[in-house]
T-cell receptor
Framework: DTAVSQTPKYLVTQMGNDKSIKCEQN?????MYWYKQDSKKFLKIMFS???????INETVPNRFSPKSPDKAHLNLHINSLELGDSAVYFC????????????????FGPGTRLTVL | LAKTTQPISMDSYEGQEVNITCSHN???????ITWYQQFPSQGPRFIIQ???TKVTNEVASLFIPADRKSSTLSLPRVSLSDTAVYYC???????????FGQGTELSVKP
């Protein structure tokens, strides 16, 4: 009965590699997000998708490419990993029919801890 | 953009009331204020949301003054299990910026 799930939970890799993180939600929500949380707990939005369409794209290197095959899935692919990419990545979803609204409650996944060596 | 500012950390003891204030001087008319709680190794989870005055639920209360430039999350009689990071989020309408504060790390001691 997991609401928002992410795989893998931990990811350790070398600089320069390409990796993907998968996210799935079974809440029937139309909007999904990717957040990055650094070591200082700062939580920053990276992307938001509404029904498979990109609606928010913060200042993120183009090495990061989100893909939404359907509205229940939002995967994050990262090319040419760098040391500074080490962080915890959270996927989230919210009901917003046309994107996030001011009253939308976001439901977060458990996070993926990415370590780049 | 409604940037938010919170204290980085707070300490408390079991049974005390804890008040965490978030400043959001540039809040827009359509923005709501939402607080999230994050336990270690977990994703944030919703606690409470409000627009103005006072909102109360079974977990917390949220106080928002008339000018809405700040808000205060109030946790009554905290326990050890309330030790977590608390985030204040000011969110606008569709397509608006989702800006979390840096979070307040609350430590509750016996």
């Amino acid at each position: 009965d997991t609401a928002v799930s992410q795989t893998p939970k931990y990811l350790v890799t070398q600089m320069g590699n390409d990796k993907s993180i998968k996210c799935e939600q079974n809440l029937g929500h139309d909007t999904m997000y990717w957040y990055k949380q650094d070591s200082k707990k700062f939580l920053k939005i990276m992307f938001s998708y509404n029904n498979k369409e990109l609606i928010i794209n913060e200042t993120v290197p183009n090495r990061f490419s989100p893909k939404s095959p359907d509205k229940a899935h939002l995967n994050l692919h990262i090319n040419s990993l760098e040391l500074g990419d080490s962080a915890v990545y959270f996927c989230a979803s919210s009901p917003g029919l046309a994107g996030p609204t001011s009253t939308d409650t976001q439901y977060f996944g458990p996070g993926t801890r990415l370590t780049v060596l | 953009l409604a940037k938010t500012t919170q204290p980085i950390s707070m300490d408390s003891y079991e049974g005390q009331e804890v008040n965490i204030t978030c400043s959001h001087n540039n809040i827009a008319t359509n923005d709501y204020i939402t607080w999230y709680q994050q336990f270690p190794s977990q994703g944030p989870r919703f606690i409470i949301q409000g627009y103005k005055t006072k909102v109360t639920n079974e977990v917390a209360s949220l106080f928002i003054p008339a000018d809405r430039k700040s808000s205060t999350l109030s946790l009554p009689r905290v326990s050890l299990s309330d030790t977590a990071v608390y985030y204040c989020l000011v969110a606008g309408n569709q397509g608006g910026k989702l800006i979390f504060g840096q979070g307040t790390e609350l430590s509750v001691k016996p």
